[in-house]
């Protein structure tokens, strides 16, 4: 058996990276990596208060990246044998010959020291795969019926995932890293049909995933009783809420909302690999090409972004990436010009930055690592700065923006279209009720140029995904946002229902 | 090198069937299934004229479902294991977890081997005990023989090539302790190839589905990218509004994922689909198209082929873990413009009155009798515009099913029957159960891979279409 938080028992772990490590060194590997992992999860889902389904799975396995004779060639296999572990040096430097018949470039690896060995976990209580199904389901089902005891309520779904990752590296320049860290994402959604029976409105919890333990359900992070009481009230608000007269509209756009803008429009534009054409044929590129580093303008003076892989409970946090290098923060646009990109080893090298910054990821054993977003977060004003309050005071005729819902962006990351879970008319600097049917659609440089005010510390929140996709084949990746509160003057305001023709 | 290779990966797997067979021995209660996937993947990525990440993979995924009876009905636990597995500590893991649960809405007998003859299927495939069929990378050499040859030309005329090749071969094996022993082998491939102009202002795509890559050449992708640059080497800007488009079928079949997935049974009832009627009803019987549409999934659509019966290692609103093996059929979503059929598990089927509809893992969009390509639309349309694919593809309002998403590598302007250069791109929000209602004009049906939800969508076949007044809502400067 597996010691504690690590994936499967150390000395076979070692004798396989051993084996796999040397078998690639002897093949003429200028370089080898080799991750065994162990992905745990839970998944459960409620609807109306009855389990409809859970599930229990373990993801196993090791993989083998090479650098054989300037081309890279990956091989994985759920086997974690020693005799698997030669097969796949073997299979890797295969797949590098292979790649070698159509390569116009000689990869390398940007540089990076060895780390010895590390040892390190994600800060949690309670690893969440280690509670009982039951009681998982028992807390959601306890938290569905309350919500389904409201008149308002017709509908509850209901449900989490909880993953416990645990994954080993080893390179053949020395470093070794032994990594294990949590994460949840529990969600409930309440819906009500319209009284007259045409059509419906929902209202989902604004709780973020996050890299805590079952402790975040008791409390440990977010106030789930205090949400989960307003939620009906809020419901029925919005269900006779007017729908929006589309037009312009200055915009207060709280962080339940405003990490998912950072996410697609920062965050994804900001991967330099994105940005060289190495995405080109699936996630996309970007606007913000090489070439306008330390000049673009990406939004106003206050607008301060950091890629980090350290912050605490961040989904992207980690001790080391999977290419071995030490987890950093960095500046991406500072003073509202864009400083710096997200990179892994072959980008930086290729851009000539000299080092990575930490940014290599596989999602599974068996899949190869790439640039994948850090936790990609905007700064808060110094000091205790303005309340969401304050900000809404400044605003004549405005909208109020809640929680993510929608989102889109196009294949260079200017042009884009959120929705969210509530909207708020601001008039004469209060918030005046809810509104429906509510998009908002904006490029870009457009939308961040135009954020006249960032809130204080007290209006900041970690927010984030366990579900960013990109390359190919498919990878899925957590990353945490964190943002204060926004203010943001004149932004297009769409109504879904006259977008639909109706 | 060879098409095909041992299992170098796979060394000490204990050979699938057996795997079946000791977990089912070993589990009790009120019955199990078992699901075994073995599979194994080759892929060559490559994106500014080089190759870059490529490999292969072996994977296993063993799957035990345990049923156990319990207060009011069954209940159901799930637990899932890669590679070698502990099948004492997978069938307790599922065991415990069905023990501690309440009893499963979708709770109805396992599928017999006589329900299976009934539908004219066999309860025991006589190729059960067979071992996994295997790719690797083999199956690429001749694209990559190919992608070096295209990566050469564009560095001569100033273009640079993106793209993946993948292939996948699945072999599931699916036993239940009410006698079923199932297998099913199946072949997933693709090709993607994005052409830019080297300063990025100009971009094509074409892609296709590659079961075996049987008759797949980079060179006749690489045909259709360039004629796309060469298209674009005029370029007009447009405002946004509502435009002639004629669709082609990758992006139409983009599009008609969109309605699959909104037909749910359990989903349409409670109010939440554009398929929802009042008061828990639902839209069945209703026209959706003056057209007469046929939308439809059916196991053994030629060139489409895919798993004849259920396996699924969760339950959803309507798909059930009780339904497991049960033989697939054709189904007709749409028929003749109307809706026809929405998912139904048998025991969702049974409360709603209807029949059992279980997902299928391909989708045919096709108007009977309907000609022509898009060439020949394109020669029909007076002013318009050609679209090349559909990208980030979002719901927006689950209650009309309107979209939003972008259009990309490709608008081009059709007037006069001819095409004369190239658009900018757009966001458009449209409904695509709307569009098949605006639709004025479709062509024959085609396999076609869907840019965006071909990754989960690899098996369609699609028309293109034209609709008469397309809802671009703003200009994308993207290219």
């Known amino acids: ?502 | 090198m060879s098409g095909r290779r041992g299992d170098d990966l796979g060394a000490g797997l204990a050979p699938a069937d057996e795997v079946v067979e000791r977990a089912l021995e070993r589990a009790g209660g009120a019955g199990a299934v078992v699901l075994v996937e073995d599979s194994s993947d080759a892929e060559v990525r490559f994106a500014n004229n080089t190759t870059t990440t490529n490999g292969t993979r072996r994977d296993r995924r063993v799957t035990v479902i345990s049923l156990a009876p319990v207060a009011g009905g069954t209940a159901v636990g799930v637990a899932r294991r890669g590679g070698d597995v502990d099948l004492a500590e997978v069938v307790a893991a599922a065991e415990a977890d069905a023990a501690s649960s309440p009893p499963a809405d979708d709770g109805w007998p396992l599928v017999t081997p006589g329900d299976r003859a009934a539908a004219g299927r066999a309860g025991q495939d006589p190729d059960f005990a067979d071992p996994p069929v295997l790719t690797g990378l083999g199956v690429l050499h001749d694209v990559v023989a190919g992608l070096a040859g295209a990566f050469a030309r564009a560095e001569a005329a100033d273009r640079v090539l993106a793209g993946f090749a993948e292939h996948h071969l699945s072999t599931l094996y699916l036993g239940t302790s009410a006698g079923l022993r199932l297998r099913h082998v199946q072949p997933t491939g693709a090709l993607h190839l994005v052409g830019r102009s080297t300063d990025g202002a100009r971009s094509a795509w074409a892609g296709t589905g590659a079961p075996d890559f049987a008759g797949v050449a980079v060179e006749d992708l690489e045909r259709r990218v360039v004629r796309g640059l060469d298209w674009a080497r005029r370029r007009v800007d447009l405002d946004a509004g509502r435009y002639e488009v004629v669709i082609p079928p990758e992006a139409v079949a983009d599009l008609m994922v969109g309605v699959v997935e909104a037909a749910s049974g359990k989903e349409s009832e409670e109010g939440r689909t554009v398929f929802s009627g009042p008061d828990g009803s639902t839209r069945l019987g209703a026209e959706l198209s003056r057209l007469p549409f046929e939308l439809r999934s059916d196991p053994g659509e030629a060139g489409l082929e895919c798993t004849p019966f259920l396996a699924t290692p969760v339950s959803g609103p309507d798909d059930s873990v009780f339904d497991n093996g049960l033989a697939l059929a054709r189904t007709d979503w749409i028929e003749a413009g109307r809706l026809h059929r929405l998912r139904y598990h048998r025991a969702g089927a049974a409360a709603a009155g209807a029949p059992a509809a279980p997902p299928i893992d391909n989708l045919v969009l096709d108007l009977p009798g309907a000609q022509g390509s898009v060439e020949d639309l394109v020669a029909r349309t007076e002013r318009g515009l050609l679209l090349t694919c559909l990208w980030y593809i979002r719901e927006v309002d689950p209650q009309t099913l309107l979209l939003t998403g972008l259009t990309r590598d490709g608008v081009y302007l059709v007037e006069g029957g001819e095409i004369t250069g190239a658009v900018n791109n757009f966001r458009w929000n449209e409904s695509p159960v709307d569009l098949l209602g605006r639709a004025t004009e479709a062509g024959a049906s085609v396999r076609a891979l869907g840019r965006e939800f071909g990754e989960w969508y690899n098996r369609t076949a699609m028309p293109p279409l034209r609709v008469p007044d397309f809802n671009m809502s703003s200009v994308s400067p993207a290219s």
């Open chain 1, 1 to 502: 058996m597996p010691e504690a938080d690590e994936p499967v028992d150390r000395e076979l772990a070692e004798r396989v990276e051993g084996a796999a490590l040397e078998a690639a060194t002897a093949l003429g590997c200028a370089r080898a990596e080799v991750r065994i992992e162990r992905i745990r999860s839970q998944s459960l889902r409620l609807r109306d208060g009855r389990l409809e389904a859970a599930a229990d799975d373990v993801e196993l396995g090791v993989g083998v990246r090479v650098l054989f004779e300037g081309s890279l060639g990956f091989a994985a296999t759920v086997a974690v044998s020693v005799d698997s572990a030669a097969a796949l040096a073997t299979g890797a430097v295969e797949a590098a010959r292979v790649a070698a018949v159509a390569s116009g470039r000689r990869v390398e690896l940007a540089d990076e020291a060895s780390h010895g060995r590390v040892v390190w976990s994600s800060p949690f209580v309670t690893d969440p795969v280690e509670v009982a199904l039951a009681d998982k389901v028992a807390r959601f089902e306890s938290w569905s019926r309350r919500l389904l005891a409201s008149p308002v309520v017709d509908h509850v779904t209901a449900g989490a995932l909880a993953v416990s990752e645990e994954k080993r590296y080893a390179d053949t320049a020395g470093t070794s890293a032994v990594q294990h860290r949590v994460r949840m994402h529990p969600v409930l959604e309440v819906m009500a049909l319209a009284r007259d029976g045409e059509g419906f409105e929902t209202m989902r919890t604004l709780a973020p995933p996050v890299g805590r333990g079952w402790e975040y359900l008791d409390g440990d992070g977010w106030d789930w009783e205090g949400e989960l009481d307003q939620l009906p009230d809020l419901l029925a608000a919005k269900a006779g809420a007017p729908s929006v007269t589309a037009g312009t509209y200055d915009l207060v756009v709280d962080p339940t909302n405003l990490w998912l803008t950072i996410h697609e429009s920062i965050g994804h534009a900001t991967e330099l690999d994105r940005a060289m054409g190495y995405e080109a044929a699936y996630a996309g590129t970007s606007f913000a090409t090489p070439d306008k580093l330390d000049r673009l303008r990406y939004g106003s003076p206050v607008m301060h972004v950091t890629g980090d892989r350290t912050t605490p409970h961040g989904l992207a946090t980690v001790a080391v990436d999977d290419e071995g290098v030490e987890a950093r923060s960095f500046d991406l646009v500072r003073d509202g010009i864009l400083v710096g990109y997200q990179l892994d080893r072959s980008i930086a090298e290729v851009a000539g930055l000299g080092r990575s910054n930490g940014c290599a990821y596989a999602d599974s054993p068996l899949h190869v690592p790439i640039q994948r977003m850090a936790n990609v977060s905007l700064a808060p004003a110094d000091g205790d700065g303005p309340t969401t309050e304050d900000l809404v005071g400044g605003v004549d005729d405005g909208i109020y923006v809640m929680g993510d819902k929608s989102w889109s962006i196009d294949m260079q990351r200017y042009n884009f279209q959120f929705t969210g879970q509530r909207f708020y008319k601001i008039s004469g600097g209060r918030l005046a009720g809810q509104l429906r049917d509510v998009a908002y659609q904006a490029t870009t440089t457009d939308f961040w140029g135009a954020m006249e005010a960032v809130g204080g510390r007290r209006t900041y929140l970690l927010g984030g995904a366990f579900n960013c996709g990109k390359g190919q084949p498919g990878q899925v990746a957590p990353v945490s946002h964190g943002c204060p509160s926004v203010l943001v003057r004149g932004v297009r305001i769409l109504n879904t229902r006259e977008e639909s023709g109706r």
